[in-house]
């Protein structure tokens, strides 16, 4: 098929096996040293910090490596999360709204939403609450009214790839943090945002998607247990990897419908077996 809209050989590879190289440029997040200073000044505070779940693989993927990271790598464990009570809702709406008001939360992190909730930022930052949004949806950055919210959002003018997922996003910001701060994350977290991008239907002529999925649809390149427990249940070998009919057909529906019909504890239960949270 590539052949026949003549592009050649090498053309061709590059498509289908993208170097590191395609990986955007961080500071094309043109807001992100701003988030990085937010971030750690509340890490370093030990403020309650919330975390946000959005109703959505991606935004499942998204809040769990966030979570993850402050608790496994930072060791920060004054953290709150918060799920929506309806499968439905997405961002800042009045039951999360509700919540985070009543939680003594400092720092709020909205990953895979929340970037045109202008009016919920102003609410909480006049609360005294900070918020970070890690986002890839379209929003419109001279509509912003809240002094204490950096928005970080791959729709931004200054970003080449405005297809990638919100967990991708996530991920940038974890992994720019962690190599400032000299924080060894290797391979983790790599695994779900190649879930994410198959599982948001991303643009995958980007090459900086398809360069995350082939490198962390690899079977021995997946550190998340939740995902292991699909790849044993898959019968996949280590030397192979996740297809993208896998995880679309097989692995996304089994989520999704936990997320569409199930009930808040079914939503709740999911999260904790993406975290691997055992805590009652």
């Given at each position: ?17 993208p170097s590191i190289d395609s990986i955007e440029e961080i500071h094309n997040f043109h807001t992100i040293n701003e988030g990085i200073s937010l971030f750690e000044k509340h890490i370093k505070a030990n403020n309650k910090i919330g975390i946000v779940v959005d109703v959505d693989v991606d935004g499942y993927s998204s809040a769990a490596i966030m979570y993850i990271f402050l608790h496994t790598f930072v060791s920060h464990e004054n953290i709150e999360v918060f799920i929506h009570e309806n499968s ?193």
């Open positions: 098929m590539l052949g026949n809209r003549n592009l050649t050989s090498e053309q061709v590879y590059k498509l289908l096996n439905k809702e997405h961002g800042l709406k009045k039951d999360i709204m509700d919540k985070v008001l009543d939680s003594g939360v400092s720092l709020l992190i909205v990953p895979d939403a929340g970037s045109e909730d202008y009016q919920e930022h102003k609410v909480l930052n006049d609360k005294n609450i900070d918020v970070l949004i890690l986002d890839h949806h379209h929003f419109e950055r001279n509509n912003i009214i809240g002094s204490n919210t950096i928005i970080i959002n791959n729709q931004d003018e200054t970003i080449s790839n405005k297809h990638s997922s919100g967990c991708t996003v996530t991920y940038r910001f974890i992994h720019y943090y962690a190599e400032i701060n000299d924080i060894d994350i290797d391979i983790e977290f790599i695994d779900m945002v190649a879930m994410s991008i198959i599982t948001d239907v991303c643009d995958m002529k980007e090459e900086e998607n398809r360069f995350y999925y082939n490198y962390g649809s690899k079977i021995s390149n997946i550190t998340n247990p939740f995902l292991l427990f699909f790849v044993n249940k898959l019968k996949k070998n280590n030397d192979k990897r996740l297809s993208i009919q896998d995880i679309g057909y097989q692995i996304a529906p089994l989520i999704n419908a936990t997320i569409r019909i199930g009930s808040y504890e079914d939503r709740l239960e999911l999260f904790r077996a993406f975290t691997c949270n055992d805590e009652d």
